[in-house]
């Protein structure tokens, strides 16, 4: 009866296969040992990059997505409370383009000048 293989063995046995499947794959193996290592520098870092911002956002967004099922299915707000917290709070856009050109003339002709001394 052979010894099963321990954790640390299979662990490393999986993580030898991924890096046979990813040279495969992209091509890795014909590339110099130059190229090899800017490859695997690159790839290590963005991987790293991407299981860190997964891992320290998770719980926000989950958080977030179960904060707005809430107000969907027990009605707090509604949808206008959703909408509204997604909008930027300032509409000066819309107050501006309601009042006319001739008050934004107006604010520009008494604005002052910050280049005099």
């Known amino acids: 009866m052979s010894p099963s293989p321990s954790i640390i063995e299979a662990l490393i046995r999986w993580a030898s296969l991924k ?9 890795v193996y014909v590339y110099t040992p130059v190229e090899k290592a800017v490859f695997w520098t690159i790839f290590c870092f963005l991987f790293a990059a991407i299981s860190f911002a997964a891992i320290f956002y998770t719980e926000r967004n989950v958080i977030l ?5 809430s107000i969907y299915v027990g009605g707090e707000g509604g949808v206008v409370n959703v909408v509204s917290n997604l909008l930027p709070k300032s509409n000066a856009l819309f107050t501006m383009a309601g ?3 001739t008050s934004v003339a107006q604010t520009m002709s008494t604005a002052v000048n910050s280049q005099t001394p």
Not at 19 to 27: A, D, F, L, Q, S
Not at 65 to 69: D, E, I, K, M
């Open 99 to 101: 009042s006319g050109l």
């Open 19 to 27: 890096k046979y499947r990813i040279e495969v794959t992209y091509g």
């Open 65 to 69: 997505l179960l904060r707005y099922a």
